[in-house]
């Protein structure tokens, strides 16, 4: 049909995410996020921070949390490269729908989190009374963090709030 | 702060009109280029359609779009049928 984005019949590939349950998909989306947060929190606030812990220990609980976090994130990719990362023509109108609001959702919680951190970086140590002097690798960690938020939102956005697919009533139609 | 924008829904007789025909809901998506789970939505009402993809649902079936969609609720094809209200 002219008009009509894509190619008939070439849609059935962009739901491999459905293979899912929606609370499968949501505990995904906690473990991408918590992980995301708790990895780089034990790869540079466990040598810098307020609690200090050997480089042995430290490394192997970064390994262990970004393995889980991978592990997730790709499961989560499936979804995301079956809707939040397709282009216009493998999507249908309701699809591009879908993706177009989880980026928008995905933006305003990127503000959030961006003032949060701005937030955690600058006025909370002030309002403690612990004065940081701001380097590099202090906002290293949060510049990874606001890449890897930037990149995991949208995927994470729809992942989370697609509903349950609905299957078709057997006997109806052949 | 605003409130969600509830849409109007618009009725249609997708789930009838299939049914009468046999088809599935991955094939008529396939034949009006959409996926099927957007079939579903359609038939549930919780998604209204593009002009362009209604009148290409009501040329798949071969009928006028306003015996497909409605803004209006339809009235039961037994009524019709048997003179009771109509269409």
Redesign the interface.
């Known amino acids: 049909?002219a008009?009509?984005?894509?190619?008939?019949?070439d849609?059935?590939t962009?739901?491999r995410g459905?293979e899912f349950s929606r609370e499968g998909r949501r505990i995904l989306v906690i473990f991408a996020s918590l992980g995301v947060a708790a990895t780089l929190y034990a790869a540079f606030g466990l040598e810098q921070g307020y609690v200090y812990m050997e480089g042995g220990i430290r490394g192997l609980i970064v390994g262990g949390l970004g393995i889980v976090t991978l592990v997730a994130w790709l499961f989560l990719y499936r979804f995301r490269a079956s809707l939040a990362q397709a282009p216009d023509d493998r999507?249908?109108?309701?699809?591009v729908q879908v993706r177009d609001r989880a980026y928008l959702q995905s933006f305003r919680i990127f503000v959030v989190l961006v003032v949060a951190g701005l937030a955690l970086l600058g006025f909370l140590p002030q309002l403690a009374g612990h004065p940081v002097a701001l380097s590099f690798d202090i906002v290293l960690p949060f510049l990874l963090g606001a890449i890897l938020y930037a990149l995991l939102l949208p995927s994470a956005v729809v992942a989370w709030t697609e509903p349950e697919?609905?299957p078709?009533p057997l006997g109806?139609?052949? | 702060m605003t409130g969600k924008r509830t849409e109007p829904t618009l009725h249609n007789r997708l789930?009838v009109l299939?049914?009468e025909r046999?088809?599935?809901?991955?094939e008529l998506?396939?034949?009006?280029?959409?996926?099927?789970?957007?079939i579903?939505?359609l038939e549930?009402g919780e998604?209204n359609?593009?002009l362009?993809?209604a009148f290409?649902i009501a040329?798949y079936f071969g009928l006028p779009i306003e015996a497909v969609f409605s803004p209006r609720p339809f009235p039961a094809l037994s009524d019709i049928v048997y003179n009771r209200t109509s269409a």
């Open positions: 049909m008009g009509l984005r894509g190619v008939p019949g849609r059935s962009t739901d459905h999507l249908d109108e309701r699809q697919p609905v078709e109806t139609v052949r | 789930a299939r049914a046999g088809l599935s809901r991955q998506a396939d034949a009006v280029g959409a996926n099927y789970q957007t579903g939505y549930r998604y359609p593009s362009l993809l290409a040329d």
